[in-house]
């Protein structure tokens, strides 16, 4: 097919790799434009549109795609269909009706759980142990459209969020894939009108580890934010970013070190530390942060 390919971070890099490998044409590829990034604060291409650089694709990456003459240039391209994973634009009702068989979109859920922007974070947040992939036709609701694929994939006890990003972004690669070879075939389903959430946007507001919840919540919120934009906690004074853990064994006050090991006591149970990064430093395995900065039992965090 002639495809318009439409996305923007690291996540949806894989899928344009995959539409080129099953031998599909790319009309052009649509990402969000380059931003201030860096110390220098230069502007820096999207993951997206750096790989499309180094295919030689043609790359557009207009602010908005509300205007007549946007509008306009995306329908000449007469593309067969656009495939949309994390772009992170609203596309108008001209925009969806523009390709012959309209815009099939990845999204990173079982449909209709998870609509919206942060199904990932969300699905391990709620401590949900099953997520995967649909590939949606579009329309003009938030993820509210028929779907025509679906792939289910548990989720590990100690999976992070970036962990299951990256798998789901390999899954959604070979799943449209297979929805482009087999698309004549399909029969859209429509979504249940049952069993509805919605993923909103992770706010930092959300990362402040609270010691007193139950160990599986402070677990899930734990690997839900890992690694951005990371659970924290305050040692001595400072902010310490939470980055991979574990339900344990043990019983203490809310934020009490247990053992050597660094099992932390919650309002129910207790959780064990993995992975650690102190403000200013890199992220570490906890027996290497631990051989910097040791942390005597009874400790509280």
């Keep these: 097919m002639r495809i318009i390919f439409m996305g923007t971070p690291e996540f949806s890099v894989p899928v344009l790799d995959a539409l080129i490998g099953a031998g599909h044409g790319i009309a052009a590829v649509y990402c969000q ?21 180094e295919l030689g694709l043609e790359v557009r990456h207009p602010a908005s795609l509300k205007a007549v003459d946007e509008q306009a240039a995306f329908t000449d391209l007469k593309a067969d269909v656009a495939v949309v994973v994390a772009y992170g ?41 099953q997520t995967g992939i ?9 993820d509210t459209g028929p779907v025509l694929l679906r792939r289910a994939t548990d989720i590990g006890a100690e999976e992070t969020t970036g962990e299951l990003h990256d798998r789901l972004s390999g899954i959604g690669a070979e799943l449209i894939v297979e929805a482009l070879d087999k698309f004549n075939s399909l029969t859209p389903e429509p979504q249940a009108d049952t069993g509805i959430t919605y993923a909103a946007k992770i706010d930092k507001s959300e990362a402040q580890i609270n010691w007193a919840l139950p160990a599986t919540q402070v677990d899930a919120q734990i690997r839900g934010l890992s ?45 064990r530390l993995l992975r650690l990064q102190r403000a200013g430093r890199g992220a570490q395995d906890a027996d290497a942060f631990l ?3 040791p942390l005597p039992k009874g400790t509280i965090i």
């Design 134 to 142: 649909c590939i949606m036709q579009m329309e003009a609701g938030l």
């Design 33 to 53: 434009p380059p931003r201030p990034a860096g110390r220098g604060k230069k502007d820096r291409p999207t993951p997206v549109h750096a790989r499309a650089d």
């Design 89 to 129: 634009l609203i596309l108008p009702q001209a925009i969806l009706d523009a390709p012959r068989y309209g815009c099939l979109n990845i999204h990173a859920s079982l449909l209709p759980r998870w609509r919206g922007a942060a199904p990932i974070h969300r699905a391990i947040m709620a401590g949900d142990t």
């Design 227 to 271: 690694p951005f934009p990371g659970a924290w906690t305050e040692l001595q004074g400072q902010r310490l970013k939470l980055l991979a853990s574990r339900i344990a064994n043990g019983q203490g006050a809310p934020g009490e070190v247990l053992d050597e090991a660094l099992t932390v006591a919650c309002g129910e149970g207790a959780i």
């Design 291 to 293: 051989r910097g900065s």
